[in-house]
């Protein structure tokens, strides 16, 4: 199938309105007529993605965080976003990105993120916008978690449920902690979205990115926080896209994802 055609399916399911403002999904690279039998995806076009998408002769590749957010003035070898992009066209691989609108997206980022932890009750955490079938979109999510637990326990919870090796808390641990049972979830840097985690009333508020002050201004409002890590939660997009490309294309592509690797660690 032609690339232009893998995209409006993309498209179907994050459709580009959903996008933040500030954002940037879209073809970023290459050329939409391009015929697709392989696509590699990954969250982000790093050096060695783009090695092993070239390595498995990609005709595509697809990530979630874009590799271009500004403009770019010159594109050569001097420097490594251009540089990235330069290979990229060098061996024909289009390269498109679904961020935000795949954050935004009625069951997508938000909602896979929250079925992980068994969530019910749900509902959007920072609504955007509704959909044509007057659905709420938006960034997050918050609901319940199945049974009362410590934060202690909700922080094992977390660990399990995106099978990562660690997680950073903020509130007390000591004896297991305070019970915990709403939770809002905000895949990815959730520092924008803390205050609406408070409006809602979450116990607890799972996300990355969470600097020193805003974790114990957060814990000063009677909300815990568990950081997972930017990566820790959003490597689920891989997974997804490989079932969804499997399952909802008349023509049977090969799909490769990388390798889940956590990219920080504890020594």
């Known amino acids: 199938m032609k690339c232009s055609e893998l995209i409006k399916k993309l498209e179907a399911l994050a459709p ?8 940037n999904p879209g073809l970023l ?26 390595r498995c002769r990609a005709d595509m590749l697809i990530t979630h965080h874009p ?6 003035k010159k594109v050569n070898d001097e420097d490594f ?42 509902e959007v955490l920072e609504v955007m916008g509704k959909t044509v079938d007057d659905k709420d979109y938006g960034i997050g999510i918050c609901g319940n978690f199945p049974h009362a637990m410590t934060l202690r326990e909700a922080g094992e919870a977390v660990k399990k449920a995106y099978g990562i090796p660690f997680v950073t808390v903020f509130g007390d641990v000591e004896d297991g902690g305070p019970a915990v049972r709403t939770a809002a979830v905000c895949p990815g840097s959730g520092g ?8 809602w009333g979450a116990d607890v508020y799972i996300t990355g990115d969470i600097g020193h002050h805003e974790g114990i201004d957060a814990v000063a409002n009677g909300m815990a926080v568990i950081d997972a890590g930017h990566y820790g939660i959003e490597h689920i997009f891989t997974g997804f896209m490989e079932k969804f490309l499997e399952e909802n294309l008349e023509e049977k592509l090969n799909v490769i994802k990388e390798r889940d690797v956590f990219p920080n660690h504890v020594i």
């Open 192 to 199: 924008s979205t803390l205050k609406e985690a408070l409006r």
């Open 81 to 122: 976003i251009s540089r990235r992009i330069l290979k990229l066209i060098q061996n024909d691989i289009s390269y498109y990105a679904m961020h935000t609108n795949f954050d935004a997206a009625p069951g997508c980022m938000a909602d896979l993120a929250g079925a992980r932890l068994g969530l019910t009750d749900t």
């Open 29 to 54: 690279a290459g050329r939409s007529g391009k015929e697709v039998k392989t696509v590699y995806l990954a969250l982000d076009a790093t050096d060695s993605v783009i090695e092993d998408a070239v």
């Open 16 to 23: 580009l309105p959903m996008a933040c403002d500030w954002d």
């Open 67 to 72: 590799l271009i957010f500004r403009p770019l």
